[in-house]
């Protein structure tokens, strides 16, 4: 293998087959062979088939080096037939990834790939550590995504309970229903909360974006005294346990709510969602000064004064020349107020009535009363949602890092 560092090419020598390459694949088929063994009810069996199956792979991809996409589609095809004929179409897919796993993990130990990405003076602990960092890294964000899984599944499933059937393990279209999606479209029950979010949670964005910006700019500026101390203070909700925060603010707004109640008349579901739209506020703000004072760091300062010189008012200045440089700093907090908005159930128990039930409140209190894979299905469109704003929130991340001359990794 050959890999280039500052101009040069250098040659690493490949990797030995019975002492890297084998021992290292075996175990990680001895792994897969355990959990598929477990299906069995013989979890040891399968981790010595599937460390013989691994050293298999890795003598395989040693002595066909040459032809690694044809060895790896081979691989993968072999493991799917196998899998098809001992558990049908649903394991047919889990030898599908096995074998994709297994093969990529051979190939990329016995051809030195394991070093392309590492500085060619590191000793073999540096390397191993360098690899098992990206391991561990990896294996935390499949165990964070891992659940959400499970969960998408199951809201297409044709049952009215919590079970993987037989049909959907196998992927048989019987298995499989929209009417979880149908009861959540259709039904008032579901349609009044998610409408009730979708009324507080714009709202309470609107109020964290315009005080967080505002207190953002207040705060990045070096002669304001005390600004350690209020950025603290302002970003505390993001520390404090919901559990407090919403316990301190239900003692605030419950006597608000009595005082706007009985001395301006407002009505009652009115001053609910006030409160609850001016906690969920509260609870965005930090989220939207971490995101812009992000931004400000790299603001040209001498902008606002020439702007200043030429005869600009502060706000005209703010409008025409701040505002648009920070932008996807405000958009990404905006996104993130919004998302903890949409997705907040502890406050709203707190502070609002059953006229302000959201989204999250519904599901919660469907978990406690009825267990129906509607759950499911509104679980499904909030993490749909919550996926799409964070990938807008990344796009805006890296186009104010262009925007700023920096690279976008």
């Known amino acids: ?22 021992p290292l694949t075996a175990v990680l088929g001895a792994m897969f062979g355990f959990v598929a063994g477990n299906v069995y009810g013989q979890p040891w069996l399968g981790a010595l088939v599937g460390a013989v199956i691994g050293a298999g792979i890795a003598a395989l ?41 297994l093969s990529w993990f051979a190939y990329w130990l016995d051809t030195g790939d394991y070093r392309k990405n590492v500085p060619i003076y590191y000793t073999p602990g540096q390397v191993l550590w ?38 959907m393990l196998n992927f048989q279209a019987e298995g499989y229903s929209l009417k979880h999606y149908r009861d959540f479209l259709g039904t008032d029950e579901w349609m ?31 002669h304001v005294p005390g600004r350690q101390a209020i950025m603290a203070i302002l970003i505390s909700p993001m520390i404090v346990p919901l559990i407090i925060s919403a316990t301190g603010m239900f003692f605030f707004y419950a006597p608000l709510g009595n005082w706007l109640e009985a001395n301006l008349g407002l009505d009652q579901a009115f001053v609910g969602y006030v409160k609850v739209i001016l906690a969920h506020a509260a609870l965005g703000v930090p989220f939207v000064i971490i995101t ?25 200045t703010f409008f025409r020349v701040q505002m648009p440089l920070i932008l996807p700093g405000v958009i990404s907090g905006g996104l ?18 059953a ?55």
Not at 365 to 379: H, K
Request: aromatic content about 12%; overall charge neutral; charged content about 10%.
């Open 292 to 316: 812009v004072t992000a931004t400000l760091v790299g603001f040209d300062r001498s902008l606002t004064r020439a702007s200043a010189n030429m005869g600009a008012n502060p706000v005209t």
């Open 1 to 22: 293998m050959t890999d280039q560092d500052d101009g040069y090419t250098v040659t690493i020598p490949r990797p030995p087959l019975t002492g890297f390459t084998l």
């Open 61 to 101: 991809a040693h002595q066909m080096s040459g032809q690694r996409t044809q060895t790896r589609w081979g691989i993968i095809a072999a493991f799917a037939v196998a899998g098809f004929f001992a558990g049908g179409l649903g394991a047919a897919i889990s030898g599908v990834i096995i074998g994709a796993v």
């Open 130 to 167: 360098h690899n098992t960092f990206l391991f561990i890294c990896g294996f935390v964000f499949f165990f964070l995504i891992a659940p959400l899984i499970p969960v998408m599944w199951l809201s297409f499933n044709a049952e009215n309970f919590f079970t993987f059937t037989p049909e």
């Open 336 to 353: 993130f107020a919004f998302i903890t908005s949409f997705d907040e159930v502890v406050v709203v128990l707190f502070v609002g009535s």
């Open 192 to 222: 009044t909360p998610l409408k009730n979010s979708l009324i507080i949670a714009p709202f309470a964005t609107f109020i964290s974006v315009s005080l967080g910006t505002l207190a953002a700019i207040g705060l990045s500026q070096s």
């Open 355 to 409: 006229q302000q039930q959201t989204l999250p409140w519904q599901m919660f209190t469907g978990l406690r009363e009825q267990i129906s894979p509607t759950i499911l299905a509104a679980a499904t469109i909030l993490v749909t949602i919550s996926i799409l704003l964070l990938t807008t929130v990344e796009l805006l991340r890296r186009r104010s890092e262009r925007l700023r001359g920096l690279s976008p990794g």
